[in-house]
């Protein structure tokens, strides 16, 4: 079996829900807590064993670029003014040169779309996808739950699952199982955004996956699909004829920052949760809610 290396982590999308600021902000450059969404989870894939990451790009949004790369000027000031702690975890948190790959997407066909733009440099082996809006706290972190499973299922694809709002499954990626026992269960289909009362489950696919690369030959002929976009969901499902498909219901919580109360969440609960602001945090919050 072979081992997860890469990941692929679109960020080309529009960003509609985080308008006006996803305008001309990269929404995933938005920042939760003292560092953008893309930080979060690339720290994620890192931990996860991750050794190259792979960018799906689009118009407006270079920041991402500049942001992982040396700013040569900020880290001479901050040497000279020997502020080291900072110096040295931005450094810390440089990729190495090689590690990262930039792939442009030219227009939001959808996440379907993103992820094959990313098939020469992915090539012929498993990888991961993390959809950088999706926070997920957890430890161990999300994708390495989920290349825990893949290894334990002896390949496969795997999909991170989790359950839905009441009432809310037809706003998402819904998977049907084959039986539910314990947190990893063999699916037997999934469906995106199901009319209401029609889901097979309630749980929803939250964004993080480990694919194998015959998903790319998928995504050439699938059709368009919710939205006129070309729809990740649609590709795994045909995939699913030919390969076993896993969902696990991962251990953590989950913050949808593509959507502002989501994101407003993050922030307040990740502060919250920080040695170094916690208390600070605390203490000037809980005033707006005496
Ligand atoms: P979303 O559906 O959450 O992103 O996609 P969006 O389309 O930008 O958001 P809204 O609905 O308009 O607010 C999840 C991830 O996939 C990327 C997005 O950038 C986001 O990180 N994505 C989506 C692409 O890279 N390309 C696409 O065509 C669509």
Avoid at 3 to 19: C, E, F, Y
Avoid at 73 to 101: C, F, M, Q, V, Y
Wanted: glycine share 10%.
């Amino acid at each position: 079996m072979q081992r997860v290396r890469k990941a692929v982590l679109p960020v080309a999308g529009l960003g509609t829900r985080m308008l006006p600021a996803a305008k001309t902000v990269a929404k995933e450059m938005l920042t939760v807590v003292d560092r953008p969404l893309i930080h979060h989870v690339m720290s994620e894939a890192r931990a996860a064993g991750i050794e190259h990451f792979v960018l799906v790009t689009g118009r407006g949004k270079g920041a991402m670029e500049d942001y992982f790369d040396h700013h040569v000027e900020l880290e001479e000031t901050l040497r000279a003014k020997n502020k080291t702690a900072i110096l040295d975890e931005l450094l810390a948190d440089l990729p190495k040169a090689g590690e990262i790959s930039y792939v442009r997407q030219m227009a939001p066909h959808g996440l379907g779309h993103a992820v094959w733009c990313a098939r020469d440099i992915i090539g012929d082996e498993p990888f991961a996808v993390l959809l950088p809006d999706m926070i997920m706290d957890a430890e161990p972190g999300a994708t390495a739950q989920a290349i825990k499973a893949f290894e334990q299922t002896d390949g496969g694809n795997i999909i991170l699952v989790e359950p839905c709002p009441p009432g809310e499954a037809h706003k998402y990626g819904i998977v049907a199982l084959d039986g539910q026992d314990g947190r990893l269960n063999r699916m037997t289909g999934m469906v995106e955004k199901p009319a209401p009362g029609t889901e097979p489950s309630n749980l929803f696919i939250s964004g993080r996956y480990v694919l194998q690369p015959e998903i790319f030959k998928v995504l050439e002929t699938v059709e368009r699909g919710a939205g006129g976009e070309i729809q990740l969901t649609d590709a795994m499902a045909k995939l699913m004829g030919e390969q076993p498909f896993y969902a696990l219901e991962y251990e953590g919580t989950t913050y949808d920052c593509g959507d502002k109360i989501g994101w407003l969440r993050a922030n307040v609960a990740l502060a919250l949760k920080r040695p170094d602001l916690g208390e600070a945090a605390r203490r000037a919050l809980a005033p707006l809610f005496a």
